[in-house]
């Protein structure tokens, strides 16, 4: 090697190590790694924040300016957040009048950690779609109405996106950087202005399978992903979650523990709530 390039690198690396404008980028938010093994969704740091603002964007199929938001589910006593929605009513939204207005399909990579059939996984999301789709109608057993759309099952590896909307509703397992995290819905749309210009347009979810064992049974020391999807789900059609004592029993109460599985049903507050917004 010459003086002179030895001189150019020498540099080079001084200028990076005391310029972090030109240093080298730091990791992507959601690296490319297998589903269910070191993949990780690095959330923005917001001391804990069961809900994360993602700042605004533009929505690539409709054009327009909407904003986005990460709701972090914990499990009890796993944050020192503020409390969204709450207080002593038995539903809230994320924002009143901000639903689906169109229908759009959806795509899950079922790999995971704990070992569980795929196919199952992928069938039980979209039966507990179902549940929320039915009580739209203000009861169930009733009629159904199509908010979510059908799904794919797929091997492709997704990405959440916290950046800006992608056009594509993912789900699928990985690590979530934030401690206590179990599970992460992101959620696109527009929120603010007159309710009846309100929307949703794109919603993705992270199911932490590092932080967490999962069951299709309810096992006690795991969580079962039927009560955790079902109201993960909640939040994708519009709900927000209640932490008041008095909405325990609901499915979209904020906390959820080892080997519960009384939100695998709707009560009264959710449906209520999904009637009321559709």
Request: contains cysteine.
């Amino acid at each position: 090697m010459s003086r002179k390039t030895l001189s150019i690198l020498v540099g080079l690396a001084l200028l990076l190590s005391t310029n972090p404008a030109i240093a080298m980028p730091e990791r992507s938010l959601a690296d490319l790694d297998t589903p269910g093994t070191h993949r990780t969704l690095i959330l923005p740091a917001a001391n804990h924040s069961p809900v994360i603002s993602l700042g605004s964007a533009i929505d690539p199929q409709s054009g327009k300016l909407v904003e986005g938001y990460a709701i972090v589910h914990y499990a009890k006593g796993g944050n020192s957040g503020g409390k969204p929605g709450g207080g002593t009513a038995y539903y809230a939204f994320l924002a009143k009048g901000a639903k689906w207005k169109t229908v759009e399909p959806w795509l899950m990579n079922p790999a995971n950690a704990s070992g569980l059939d795929g196919t199952t996984l992928f069938n039980d999301t979209a039966a507990d779609i179902s549940k929320w789709e039915d009580a739209a109608d203000g009861a169930m057993g009733g009629g159904s109405i199509d908010i979510l759309g059908s799904g794919t099952e797929t091997t492709d590896s997704l990405s959440a996106d916290l950046n800006a909307p992608d056009g594509t509703n993912e789900v699928y397992f990985a690590d979530v950087s934030d401690p206590g995290a179990i599970a992460v819905t992101i959620v696109w749309g527009i929120f603010g202005g007159p309710p009846q210009g309100r929307e949703l347009t794109e919603w993705d979810q992270v199911y932490d399978d590092v932080g967490y064992n999962w069951s299709l049974s309810g096992e006690a020391g795991k969580m079962d992903f039927e009560n955790i999807a079902t109201h993960e789900l909640g939040h994708s059609v519009g709900l927000a979650d209640l932490y008041s004592s008095a909405c325990s029993e609901q499915t979209m109460y904020g906390y959820a523990t080892y080997g519960e599985t009384k939100k695998q049903t709707l009560e009264s507050g959710d449906i209520a709530g999904i009637s009321k917004l559709y």
